[in-house]
């Protein structure tokens, strides 16, 4: 087993977290584990592989209709404090100090503590972050409150796409989220249960239930080594790939004694479309600024679905995350529109029976949880079964009308060059036009340039056809826009740097499956982490 040294100024933290004991743990977990990762992504390829071959589509599958079919199996309730968590701070990366001790400090009920959509894993990025983690757990920030009464820790690890450079086990790069879910539970996982705050966490990406079974069988094999209860990990899964919504009854009764319940959003979800058939015109997504919202036939599906699914079961159902950030100045207009604008998208989600989301912006936790208070009853709306809905294959496939925008193609240009930038600077995140941006947002936008120049999609406005050298004519005007935001030469020929990358991620023949192992593999940015880290504990500028 090899770990790479500590990033400079993190000594105490790197000494803290890599114990003996921690990395006997760690070689233990990844070893026993390393193959069935290698299995569940080799499964995911021959799916795919399946799909182009044979023109099919999903549907719901025969092999497990007897789950489907069998009305009386349960998920495990959950303890005290989920039970009640309708408003969540989503996307808080805690390499971000302040923001994670702001977060700690605030009236929401829980806290998604990202190592994922909203994280840039350098490894300065984990380290930091699950150090602090371990000072949050431990009551070593000041003026805090203690762990049973701050938000409860909603735990992201990595996605199964992602690895940790910095991390050999038997001569293979450790897989991602193995190590940060075993350094999560090794140092917090006790204390977390013995103050009735945990461990829970939310699971990323799951495809298959066959990817919800290996989480099952490492939360059970974690538990037995450190001496926990069984059943006392809770974990929500992301419902965040259009395979993975024919089998969320599966990925319950998968994780039916640690379940914490399904969780939807709109982003990634829509860009698995992309990722799995977007080379079928037939699955042409259109704009995402003008055409694709929550209220579409295919989303609103399969937010139907996953409420009704849940709660059949007894799991919990939580919606997505308000990515609007709101104005300050509580008399202007634009404070009204936002405000307006997410109240309206988040009683969508209430009507629909949700029992939570998320926001970003913690100045929106107290009218919404308002909100909640003011439209449902109860901790949670379990006793909404939605046995008023029927979703079919159709419902979920159903692709939205509409077409192509300049705004839209400028803005999904603009996107996915910021989020490159973003992590070159170290950084999961970033504000642009009033919201907060992520590898989500990033993922739907260079997901959507590419298809429109596969499939050679005419604009609206004009009739032209997004081609590569209007997709490059257009990179100029952005780069344009985007270059006075930058103060220094440095910056400039990182957004350059970034521009050029984002290019060749949309001009490749064949679609990246994820903009961020894009990343993590390309020497771009593992050289920008070895020539310095920059301070993710000061705030970034909102563009």
């Excluded at 990033?7 to 000494?15: A, C, D, F, T, W």
């Excluded at 789950?67 to 968590?85: K, N």
């Excluded at 936008?445 to 997709?471: C, F, G, K, N, P």
């Excluded at 990182?494 to 903009?515: G, N, Q, S």
Aim: glycine share 6%; proline share 5%.
């Amino acid at each position: 087993m090899e770990l790479s040294p500590p990033p400079s100024g993190l000594k105490v933290e790197y000494e803290t977290l890599f114990t003996s004991d921690c990395l006997l743990f760690l070689h233990e977990l990844i070893s026993t584990f390393d193959g069935e990762v290698d299995q569940v992504l080799r499964l995911r390829a021959s799916r795919k592989v399946h799909l182009d071959l044979s023109g099919d589509l999903p549907s719901f599958l025969e092999s497990t209709t007897h789950i489907r079919s069998d009305p009386e199996w349960r998920v495990l309730p959950v303890p005290p404090r989920l039970q009640r968590r309708h408003v969540d701070i989503g996307d808080l990366a805690p390499c971000d100090t302040q923001r994670f001790i702001n977060a700690l400090l605030s009236p929401a009920q829980g806290i998604q503590v990202d190592f994922d959509d909203g994280n840039c894993p350098t490894y300065h990025n984990q380290i930091k972050g699950i150090h602090n983690v371990y000072k949050a757990v431990h009551n070593q920030f000041y003026n805090v409150p203690h762990l049973s009464q701050a938000p409860v820790l909603m735990l992201r690890p990595r996605a199964w796409n992602m690895v940790e450079h910095n991390l050999m086990v038997e001569g293979k790069e450790a897989p991602g989220p193995l190590f940060d879910f075993g350094l999560l539970m090794f140092h917090c996982g006790k204390t977390l249960f013995e103050n009735k705050s945990g461990p829970f966490f939310y699971l990323s990406k799951v495809e298959s239930f066959m990817e919800a079974r290996l989480w099952n069988n490492i939360f059970v094999w974690t538990q037995q080594k450190l001496g926990l209860p069984l059943g006392c990990i809770k974990a929500t899964v992301l419902i965040e790939n259009v395979l993975a919504a024919f089998e969320m009854e599966e990925i319950l009764y998968e994780l039916r004694d640690h379940s914490a319940g399904l969780n939807c959003g709109i982003w990634d979800y829509s860009a698995s479309f992309v990722n799995k058939f977007g080379h079928r015109q037939a699955f042409l997504l259109p704009d995402r600024s003008k055409y694709v919202n929550m209220e579409k036939r295919f989303l609103r599906s399969y937010m139907d679905l996953l409420v009704q699914t849940c709660h059949r079961r007894g799991a919990l159902a939580t919606g997505g995350m308000a990515a609007l950030l709101l104005p300050q100045d509580i008399t202007s207009d634009s404070h009204q529109r936002v405000m307006a604008t997410v109240t309206r998208l988040k009683l969508l989600e209430i009507e629909a029976g949700v029992d939570g989301f998320m926001v970003y912006d913690l100045s929106f936790i107290e009218p919404m949880q308002k909100l909640f208070k003011l439209h449902s009853e109860g901790d949670n709306q379990l006793q909404q079964l939605r046995n008023d809905v029927t979703v079919t294959p159709d419902d979920l496939l159903s692709m939205p009308a509409g077409g192509v925008t300049l705004y839209g193609l400028k803005y999904n240009i603009a996107v996915g060059v910021l989020f490159i930038n973003a992590w070159l600077s170290g950084n999961g995140h970033f504000f642009y036009r009033g919201q907060v941006e992520d590898s989500a947002t990033a993922e739907i936008s260079r997901s959507q340039v590419w298809q429109w120049i596969r499939h050679q999609t005419r604009l609206e406005d004009d009739s032209r056809v997004v081609s590569r050298q209007l997709v490059c004519d257009l990179m100029k005007e952005v780069m344009m826009e985007l270059g006075v935001l930058c103060h220094t030469v440095k910056a400039v020929q990182r957004l350059h740097t970034a521009a050029d990358m984002f290019l060749e991620v949309v001009l490749k023949r064949d679609f990246p499956e994820f903009i961020t192992t894009y990343l993590n593999q390309d020497h771009t940015f593992l050289s920008s982490q070895s020539a310095g880290q920059v301070d993710t504990d000061k705030p970034q500028s909102k563009l």
